[in-house]
């Protein structure tokens, strides 16, 4: 939402101000010069990037105009979720989390929390991680790093997309200088003719130009530079998962885990210390309403 107010500012403040100095909008309208620049923009993109990242790009910029999927109730939920896991773990040992790991999508413990069955890389990075505590035979200060490279490769790709459009960005001004040359080249065709004509010649191609500075720092560069904030969310979300767990492997309690893992939620959206016992004491406490249910 954000995203679309902010484009909305920086085109509408231009405007504004070119009208308010009695500026004619017709003459901002050059089909194409726009043709010019932001074809050859996306021909670049193309040049430059492999399928898989083109798509990567294009989901990318659609997710930037939605909220933010780590908002602090996404953490409670999944803090919560953790200390479930963890605590199954703790009382009925690691062999009891196979069927949950094994098919996450079918899991009682794993289906109640749909928002990270659907992070289809968030699943595997848990149910990998207890997979492989489950099997033994790797330390603890082992499966760490492991976890710390996965988490590095996960980054890079998800900064690949990011790379690219920055890519973009940068070569807009440039190709607005392009668009600004065939102008002047046209212009320099039609001399000796109406005075008026060469004017509106000479104004496209400065036109050309003007495009090309305003795509690249007022739309597509903030696209981008939203675009890595969105990985680096991804990436500190990993982050508090990789601590909760490795915390627990190392023989901390489940809750004194989930606590660990809180405070590497980034400062903005940390659930209070509150909160998240709050949540953890309701998840203790379900099983046991559901089993004096049961029996009564």
């Known amino acids: 939402m954000f995203s679309i107010i902010g484009i909305v500012v920086v085109f509408g403040s231009i405007v504004a101000g070119y009208l308010m100095e009695h500026g004619n909008i017709k003459v901002l309208l050059q089909p194409a010069e726009l ?3 932001g074809g050859a923009a996306i021909g ?19 997710g930037v105009f939605g909220s933010s999927k780590y908002s602090t109730q996404r953490y409670i939920d999944s803090l919560k979720m ?16 196979e069927a949950d790991i094994e098919d996450p999508e079918k899991s009682s413990l794993f289906s109640k929390y749909s928002d990270f069955v659907k992070n289809h890389h968030a699943t595997a990075f848990v149910c990998d991680t207890m997979r492989m505590a489950v099997s033994g035979g790797v330390e603890v200060f082992d499966l760490d790093q492991m976890l710390d490279t996965d988490m590095e490769v996960h980054h890079h790709e998800a900064t690949q997309p990011v790379s690219g459009l920055t890519t973009m960005a940068d070569s807009l001004p440039g190709l607005g200088i392009v668009a600004a040359v065939l102008g002047v080249v046209i212009t320099m065709g039609a001399l000796g003719g109406p005075p008026e004509e060469i004017g509106r010649k000479v104004a496209a191609a400065l036109v050309g130009t003007f495009l090309g500075i305003l795509m690249c720092y007022g739309l597509v560069g ?5 675009m890595g904030k969105m990985a680096d969310e991804e990436h500190a979300y990993l982050l508090v998962l990789r601590v909760t767990m490795i915390a627990f492997l190392k023989g901390v309690a489940p809750i004194m885990a989930v606590e660990i893992g809180r405070r590497t939620v980034p400062g903005h959206v940390r659930p209070s210390f509150n909160a998240v016992e709050e949540a953890c004491r309701g998840a203790k406490e379900a099983p046991a309403a559901a089993a004096a249910a049961a029996t009564g």
Do not use: D, F
């Open 222 to 226: 903030p696209l981008a530079a939203r």
């Open 82 to 97: 953790m200390y479930e896991l963890l605590q199954k773990a703790r009382k009925e040992g690691l062999v009891s989390l």
């Open 44 to 62: 670049t993109v193309l040049i430059a990037n492999p399928v898989h990242i083109l798509k990567q790009m294009i989901g990318g910029v659609a």
């Open 35 to 37: 043709i010019i620049i």
